[in-house]
Every structure is written in C-alpha cells, then in structure tokens.
C-alpha cells in the first residue's frame, strides 16, 4: 500500500507540474498577444487615459484611413505618371523606326555617328524646347503633372521614395549633394557673369564694387525630372542687405547643365491677399491669429486677410477676435465677409477672391489649421506669376498631438510640435488644397477650387495643424 500511495503522489505530482506549465504557458501566451506595451514607465491608455478609450482608437483609424487614401492617389499619380511615359517612349519610337525607314530608302538621312558637335547642341535645345520650362504644355489630367522636390543648402524634400513613403525631411545625401553643389555653383556662375541677353543690370555694391554672389546667398531651390526629357532647376538667390531675388532656371538634358534663363524678381511690393473660408472652430481661429499676427503683421507686413465666415453661430467672437488683434498691433488690412450660409470651402473661396476690388493680387488659400512662415510666403511670391504659374505647396499634416504624444500627460507645446518626422505626421502630397496664385487666373479659370473633401468634415479629430513643406 505504501508503495502505491507513492506512485500515486508521484503521478499527482506530474499531474499538478503539468497544469502549473500549461498555466504559465497560456499566461505567457496572453502577455505575448494582449497585454498592452509599455514603454519603460509610459502611461496606457485605458489606465491612465481613461478618456483615450473609444475616441482614442476612432482618431487612430481615421487617421490611418486618411493616410491610406492619400496614398492610393499617390500611387495613381505614379501609374497615370508611368502610362504616359510609355505613351512618350511608344510615340518616339514610331517615329524612330520611321526615320530609319526613310534612310534605309537613301532620302537624306545621316546616322548618328556623323552628327557634329553643333548638331548636338542643336539636340539638347530641342530638348529643352519640348520641356515644361520655358513655355507650358498640356497635360491629359492632373495625375500628368511631375511635382517638383525642393531643397536648401542642408535639406532636401523629397516625396518620391518608391513605395517607402513617409519621406521626412533629409540631409542631402551625399550623390544628391554632389549634383546640387554642381547646380548652384553653374547657377552663381550664371548670376556673376551675366550675358547681355539676362535681364539683370549690372549691378554695384554700395560701395560701387561689383557685386559677386556666394553659396550662402542661396535661398532654395527646386528640381524635376521629367524622364524622357531631362532635369529642370529654378533656383533662387539673396543678398542679405538687398531686396530683390535673383532666379535663374537650368536644364540638364541627360547632358550638360545648360542656361534657360535669369532674371531679377522684386517682391517687396508684393502684397498676398490671404483667404480663409471658416465656420465655427473659433479656438482655431484665435490660434491661427496668433500665427498671423507674429508673422504677417510684425514680419512681413505686406499682407491683407480676408476671412469668409459662414454661419451666424460664433460670428461675433470672430469678429472681436480680429478687432482686437487690429486694435493692439494698429492693423487694419482686413476684410471679414459673413455668409448665412452652411459651409463650403470651394464657396468661401471664390467669394473671397472676388470680395478684393483693386484688381489684380497675389492670393493664398488656406485654412485655419495652417501653420506657415514668413519664408513660405516669400516662397509664395517667387513661385506664381500671372498667367503661368500656380504655386501648389505641399503641407505636412501633423497627427493627433493626443495620439502622438499618448505617452505625456500634456503634449508639448505647439512650436515643439512642428517637426517633419514620420512619428509625428505625413506629406499631404495630394492634397492641392493650399494655394499661391493671382486672383486674374482665379476669375479666368472660372470654376470652383477643387478640394475633393470640404475641410470642415473631420470634426472627429481634434483641430490639426499642418506646417508647410517649404517653411
Ligand atoms: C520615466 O519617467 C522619468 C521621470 O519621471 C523620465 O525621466 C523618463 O524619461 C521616463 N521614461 C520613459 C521611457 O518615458
Ligand atoms: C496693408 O496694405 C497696404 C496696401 O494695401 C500695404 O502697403 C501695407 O504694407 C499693408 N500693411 C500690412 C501690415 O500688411
């Protein structure tokens, strides 16, 4: 008996050994997939964050529903992009076969190998010519356009990584940098030995020297490569102690950087009518205010706002926030047009544009979320021309601050919050809905500005604020 009693024991011990591991097997199995992740001491929501529950994990879908979508027009961008490439590539060698065709019957056709340096030049004008650079081109839709990158000295911007989006802002690397040393030194180049066909004076210093420029008078610049064609380069230079901007425009036709124009801009007379179509969102509005006023009023100073308020509910607080901020800082360029209206973002800006009676104005469409820099305005200013450009800015849309900062008790402060990190938001390169352009092409276009959602729809999240790309 006592033996069996030993077995016995023995077999419940293996027993009870057995359901203590099938135990902490399933507990480690449930930590492993259900338990929340800390952060070394970081609060979770749900425990701390009571308030993170439901709404918490609705902003996070729709922000990652947003960011999808952008995306997938990114993407049919690239296909339209790539379609019509093959269209080009297809068209050219037609006509390539049709050539040979012609001098395989002995009709004045002579092969490549004989051609002269001058014809070559001759070849890369004729590139250049058929580029989007010096006159515009017609493209089958909006997916046509090739988006420029822009760059400083330090940075560059690029948007198109493949299918690795979330591009953040980037020292140049070092291939890149080399090209783009080369392009701004072609370009001081170009400024400091003008020809007599640019439409530049020499100019003197103050002294009666003659002016010579430098790498650190370089502002920004921006490229493009349009793939069957070549790259083009608009480049922007200053002195510090002078006012006007030097542009000057390259091309590099898969050969030599080669000159297609330079010019000097004066901008300081330039003023931009700023439009902002509102409704409610009245604490945004003092935010964007202070915005305003450190950089429009005390820096640039050659600004108008027009502010298109539709709705009669918070009217009055909008009213007394832009009177007060006249009264202190002795600002009266503005001009508040209230609709009894529902809200319609493509509405407030055309009755915007069309409220300003001195004719024709450099006009800035943006929203009441947009943060922005003295710099992008200049940006503004250099970027559009009447009759052949718009300047369409792509912003960066920050996330949540509650969801990116989930881990604080408060989310830092609103200047720490405008980084360009892929942690902290995205590039809303399809977003078009922030623009430069002169009220004369406004009015000739006719139509509506296209803005496929009405910005006032994301009341789920919290008011966001976008950074420009170009700040
Ligand atoms: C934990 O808290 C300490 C002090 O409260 C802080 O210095 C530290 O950065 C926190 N660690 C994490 C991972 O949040
Ligand atoms: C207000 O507008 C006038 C021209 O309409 C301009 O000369 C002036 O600089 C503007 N003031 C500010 C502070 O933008």
């Keep these: 008996m006592p033996r069996r009693g030993l077995i016995l024991q023995t077999r419940t011990h293996w027993l009870l050994f057995g359901l203590a591991l099938l135990c902490s097997l399933v507990l480690f199995l449930y930590l492993l997939e259900c338990a929340p992740q800390t952060d070394g001491n970081a609060s979770l929501p749900g425990v701390i964050g009571e308030n993170y529950g439901k709404e918490y994990y609705q902003a996070l879908l729709q922000e990652q529903e947003e960011h999808y979508q952008t995306r997938a027009t990114s993407l049919k961008r690239q296909i339209a992009q790539l379609k019509q490439e093959l269209q080009e590539m297809s068209e050219k060698m037609r006509s390539l076969q049709e050539r040979r065709n012609v001098g395989a019957n002995g009709i004045g056709y002579q092969g490549n190998k004989e051609q002269a340096p001058s014809d070559l030049l001759e070849f890369l004008h004729s590139q250049i010519d058929k580029a989007e650079v010096s006159i515009g081109a017609r493209l089958p839709s909006e997916y046509g356009v090739i988006p420029f990158e822009s760059f400083t000295l330090m940075k560059v911007f690029q948007l198109e990584m493949g299918l690795t989006r979330h591009p953040e802002e980037k020292p140049v690397r070092k291939d890149k940098r080399d090209e783009l040393v080369e392009v701004i030194e072609a370009g001081l180049e170009v400024i400091n030995n003008p020809d007599e066909d640019d439409e530049q004076e020499d100019e003197d210093g103050p002294l009666g020297e003659k002016l010579i420029f430098n790498e650190n008078d370089f502002i920004e610049g921006y490229y493009r490569t349009e793939r069957d064609k070549g790259t083009q380069y608009e480049l922007f230079f200053k002195k510090a102690d002078l006012m006007e901007y030097r542009h000057v425009t390259l091309f590099r036709p898969f050969g030599p950087l080669m000159k297609v124009k330079s010019e000097m801009i004066d901008i300081t007379r330039s003023i931009i ?117 718009v300047f369409y800015p792509v912003v960066f849309s920050l996330y949540n601050p509650a969801i990116v900062y989930a881990n604080q008790d408060v989310p830092p402060p609103v200047e720490q919050q405008l980084v360009h990190k892929k942690d902290s938001g995205f590039w809303r390169d399809f977003g078009f809905g922030m623009t430069c352009q002169y009220r004369s092409d406004f009015l000739t276009i006719g139509l509506r500005v296209m803005s496929p959602a009405d910005h006032g729809a994301t009341s789920l999240l919290k008011p966001r604020l976008h950074i420009s790309r170009l700040s």
């Design 273 to 389: 009518n700023i439009i902002v179509p509102l409704a409610e969102r009245t604490e945004a509005f003092a935010q964007f205010m202070q915005n305003f006023r450190d950089v429009c009023i005390h820096q640039d100073k050659r600004i108008h706002l027009t502010v298109v308020y539709f709705g009669k509910e918070g009217l009055s607080e909008v009213k007394s926030i832009l009177e007060s901020v006249a009264s202190e800082s002795d600002f009266h360029n503005y001009t508040l047009v209230s609709l009894n209206e529902e809200f319609n973002r493509g509405r407030g800006l055309n009755v915007g544009a069309r409220a300003w009676d001195k004719g024709e104005v450099l006009m800035f469409f943006c929203d009441v979320d947009i943060y922005f820099s003295a710099e992008f305005l200049n940006s503004c200013r250099l970027n559009a021309e009447p009759g052949k450009k």
